[in-house]
């Protein structure tokens, strides 16, 4: 049978991979698939590398559940993305509601990039530095970093994160890029003007959770060819395909061809190394609990039994 980072492998990718996250590596019959290489190339820690994972007091880090992924993922042979440094999500309060200078929100900025990637120095294939810095008309998030320090602080985060870990490649990570309009033209602008700048910055990320029935190959692939085309790197970095639920035969042959024009679109843009899943089993998906409603997203159901959108990545792959 096929297995999906093996094609993606032999198609030429870097990488196929999934999410994870802690609680669910005391989960035997879920680690068992998620440790086969053949299956999985590469790891994301869904939640244990966020901020306030991390450091939840100010100069207190906890690198516990982070370092339980990459163990894991040096014990299997699978490369790691890091995820991810600079957030307005999963933030700690201290972060979130302190009463910040340019100065101090600086030198907080500098210290949480400098010590995390350091931790992490030469284990880490990329990392996601800057996490969802747009809205979808094209502006700059208002979060506390824009707020305090205006766009500067992608800079700064990129360069921290450069002279801490120069080996890892530095992304700018982002969802709804998967679509022509105002929110890629604004991440094109952004790139454009940072490499302008000298920044150190070396892919962008493709989130992908796409409704059922709402992916559009053309526009994704014409969107990362727009980023490869300034020299950067792109992945498919979070994909799965959410369904109204309850899902019919047909939502899920829906969701195999869903799954195999993301693929497809990866394959047609030689700067596009890897496609991650966002988490691989309906068992542990997102949607739920943020789309009441929705779920079944994953390729895998929740029996940790292959869905026919598993023959759909293999399918993009041009493995079955
Ligand atoms: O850790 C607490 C736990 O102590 C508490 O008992 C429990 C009760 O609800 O909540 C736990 O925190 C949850 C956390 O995941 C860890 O499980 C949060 O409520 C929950 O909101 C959080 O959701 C995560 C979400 O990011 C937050 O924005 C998802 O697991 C994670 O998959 C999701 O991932 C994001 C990417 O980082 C960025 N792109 C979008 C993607 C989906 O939202």
């Given at each position: 049978t096929v297995t999906l980072n093996t094609a993606a492998k032999a198609a030429g990718k870097l990488y196929f991979g999934s999410a994870t996250d802690n609680p669910e590596l005391t989960d035997?019959?879920?680690l068992a698939i998620l440790r086969d290489t053949a299956m999985f190339g590469q790891l994301t820690p869904g939640n244990s590398m966020k901020w306030d994972a991390i450091e939840p007091e100010q100069n207190v880090f906890d690198f516990t559940g982070g370092d339980q992924t990459v163990a894991l993922a040096e014990a299997t042979g699978k490369i790691i993305r890091g995820h991810n440094l600079v957030w307005h999500s999963q933030l700690p309060d201290w972060v979130m509601y302190g009463d910040w200078t340019p100065n101090t929100l600086t030198s907080v900025i500098e210290t949480h990039v400098r010590t995390e990637v350091s931790h992490y120095r030469g284990k880490m294939y990329a990392w996601d530095v800057v996490n969802e810095p747009l809205n979808d008309d094209g502006t700059m998030r208002a979060d506390v970093f824009y707020n305090i320090l205006n766009s500067s602080y992608i800079t700064l985060?990129?360069?921290?994160?450069h002279?801490?870990?120069?080996y890892a490649k530095l992304y700018i990570n982002d969802y709804n890029l998967e679509y022509t309009g105002p929110k890629i033209n604004a991440m094109v602008q952004l790139v454009e003007d940072l490499l302008a700048a000298g920044a150190p910055i070396h892919g962008v990320g493709f989130e992908s959770h796409f409704i059922l029935g709402d992916v559009s190959g053309t526009q994704l692939q014409t969107n990362m060819e727009r980023i490869t085309a300034l020299g950067l790197e792109v992945a498919v970095t979070e994909l799965d395909v959410r369904i109204q639920l309850p899902a019919t035969d047909a939502?899920?042959?829906?969701q195999k061809a869903d799954y195999t024009t993301v693929v497809q679109a990866c394959m047609a843009v030689p700067g596009c190394v890897g496609v991650t899943v966002w988490d691989y089993t309906d068992k542990y998906t997102w949607i739920p609990a943020a789309f009441p409603g929705q779920g079944e997203a994953c390729p895998w159901d929740a029996n940790l039994l292959p869905k026919p959108a598993y023959d759909g990545i293999a399918m993009g792959f041009n493995a079955s």
């Open positions: 035997s019959a879920y985060a990129l360069q921290t994160a002279a801490a870990d120069p939502n899920l042959e829906q």
